[in-house]
């Protein structure tokens, strides 16, 4: 892929984890800023999927009120969680 293609793709990403609550904003951004450019094609494939997810189901996953069915999904939202939550 070349750089410019990655750029595309990573500012599109970054817009994609704008969303309509504070705190999803500020957990999906610092993930992306920080992580997205490591991921495989893969996990970006399924970090892509996630973004599609609405709002309020993205906050209880990852705020602990529900947990996900999809296996791929609950890895994304355990990736994410772990890589922006400081270590105690």
């Given amino acids: 892929m070349t750089q410019t ?8 990403v970054r817009w994609q ?3 309509g609550m ?3 904003d500020t957990l999906l951004g610092e993930f992306v800023e920080q992580h997205y450019c490591s991921l495989s094609q893969l996990q970006r494939k399924h970090f ?8 309020q189901m993205l906050f209880d996953y990852f705020f602990g009120n529900s947990i996900p069915i999809d296996k ?3 890895d ?8 922006v939550t400081p270590a105690p």
């Fill in 5 to 12: 293609l990655l750029d595309t793709e990573f500012s599109r």
């Fill in 17 to 19: 984890c704008r969303r």
């Fill in 22 to 24: 504070l705190e999803l």
């Fill in 48 to 55: 892509h999927a996630i973004l599609e997810y609405p709002d």
């Fill in 72 to 74: 791929d999904v609950a």
């Fill in 76 to 83: 994304v939202i355990q990736w994410i969680l772990q890589a």
